[in-house]
């Protein structure tokens, strides 16, 4: 330590400080996997440091937010902050994941660190609410419409969601009251919350020690008779004496963070920061779609009509998360080891799949009313009024004919190979399905033209 | 805390009960501050969820699905006369609109069906699952909405998908040959 260094040592003491934290023993199995924790952090401070500049030069009002982010792109090294502060936005979500992830996957959560677990499963939930208000905030065409979507999801929820409809958007209507209000939410409220948390989460990290990787046999014999406090802090003891000291593991996380950071750069510098036309609530031809860390529940939402939709909202939104939030004293047992928790496992495995599933599923759909199925040659009039029908009905939404259309009811592109004319109207009519709408509304005309259509198609 | 609490000091009774009093009441106080500024700040930020819009007049649409600034201003959309029986036809008007601390005329979009010659409907440009827009392709007679495929008749009734309710209609009256809309309705 030079001169200056001792000067300052001398009079704030911090050097035994940052010896006690940087030379303390960790468990020597700690490795690549145990970066993801560090990762997020990382990506939570470009987060807080590009966001912080971002405000200076942002107006949330609806007349001036898309005008004051076409301003930041303008200025020298906006576009750049911007790009950073979006693109290390979806990295921190992803990250965060997985990091929750292998926390679970490694048995991490258990005794003495569950409390270090609902922390952290908070913080997943506050910076999936980080992601959902700084969305709307350059008031482009889909932020816009990702909010009225998403305002609207909360405020299906039953008995309650009029109120929170009301207090996410600040009123009933969509407008200047949403936008401060999102963005007081997005830099005070949530930074707040998060710094608290953060540090806590941390705190618990450093007292308790990282958790070792979970062995397949135990590092020592089990001795009996000694309770589960002392059987921990014997095995604990053993995993530090055999470890290696904290600097060694920080060698990995500086890696880590350098990638991060120029795969950040490359891509604000590359693609940058997305930004649509301004927000117009009268376009009727904009298709919203959220970003892709809501794809999967955006998706998920095909799959509930009407009456059952508070249902999956307070399913998804409510219970899901309280699970989230409460795994530690729902997944119990000393077992850490993975293979040894196979139910655990089949249950990370099936969230994993239908996460990665459903946000395939919604980056592929074919949005409804966009897709026209063309007329082919040899068509009679009647068939082409007809393929009129079921272009402007709706059909292609769930249906495929040649390729065109959704997936969720089954491809007609042979359907009059397929079933009789009776059958499909009988299905058009009076669905025995109960995904497939009755189309009792379309007049005799109508009914008989698309018919005529569908059971031309062989 | 019992008198063997080995964090506290060792006193006598006295200086004990003391320092509990006080550590007590300093607890106490921290807890009216809190409560003190807290309420107020909870209540203001929380405002709109239980105080329900006291700008708007009484008879504007109950639900908030649709995003549509409302206005209970009379505002003529066109001539009934000019519209096609049968074919929406989208119109975006100048209505008066309150939005927050904003008073202004905000383009408002509506689609108009007239039905006969002496009757239309207008609807609001919502799908009534989640708010997405509604679009009437050109040529169709429905309105197809391009998030969970939701679709509507001219009628504004549900032919599929998930949207729990009909298309949100505005009030009309025919006024001398024009198509004049009033409140948004929440029920046909």
Known sequence: ?????????????????????????????????????????????????????????????????????????????????RGIHHWSAGLLVLFIGLHTLRVFIWGAHRYPRELTWVIGALLFLIVLGFAFTGYLLPWDQKAYWATVVGTNIAGAAPFIGDSVLALLRGGEQLGATTLARFYGIHV?????????????????????????????????????????REAYEREYAAEKTAGKPFWHALIKDGIVAVILLVVIFALALGPGAPLDARADPNSTNFVPRPEWYFLDLFQLLWYFTGDQEPLLIFLVFTVAAAIFVLVPFLDRGSARHPLRRPFAMAFTGAVVLGVVGLTYLGATATPAGQVNVPATAGMTSTQLSGLGVYNSSGCTSCHQIHGLGGHTGPDLSKAGFRWEAADIKQQLVTPKDAKMPSYSGLSGQQLSDLLEYLTGLK | MSENDPTGPVAAGGELSRRRFVLRSLATLGGAIAAALGLPVLAFGSAHAWQWTEEAPAELIETSVPPTLQSDAQTPVGKLLDFEVGIPRYVVVDRPVVDGWVRADAPIGVYVVRKSDTEAVVFDPHCTHLGCPLAATPGSNAFVCPCHGGSFDTNGDVTSGPPPHPMFRYEVRIDGGDVVIGALQSEV
């Open chain 1, 188 to 228: 005070w409220v949530l930074p707040a919350s998060l710094l608290i948390l953060v540090g806590i989460h941390l705190f618990a990290v450093i007292r308790q020690g990282i958790a070792a990787s979970p062995r397949r046999k135990p590092i020592v014999a089990p001795a009996p008779g000694l309770s589960r």
């Open chain 1, 1 to 81: 330590m030079g001169r200056i260094g001792r000067w300052f040592d001398e009079r704030l003491q911090l050097s035994s400080l940052f010896s006690s934290f940087v030379d303390r023993k960790v468990p020597g199995n700690i490795g690549w996997f145990q970066t993801l924790g560090s990762a997020t952090l990382f990506l939570l401070v470009v987060q807080i440091v590009t966001g912080i500049a971002l405000t200076l030069s942002y107006a949330p009002t609806p007349s001036d937010a898309y005008q004051s982010v076409l301003y930041i792109d303008s200025t020298p090294f906006g576009a750049l902050v």
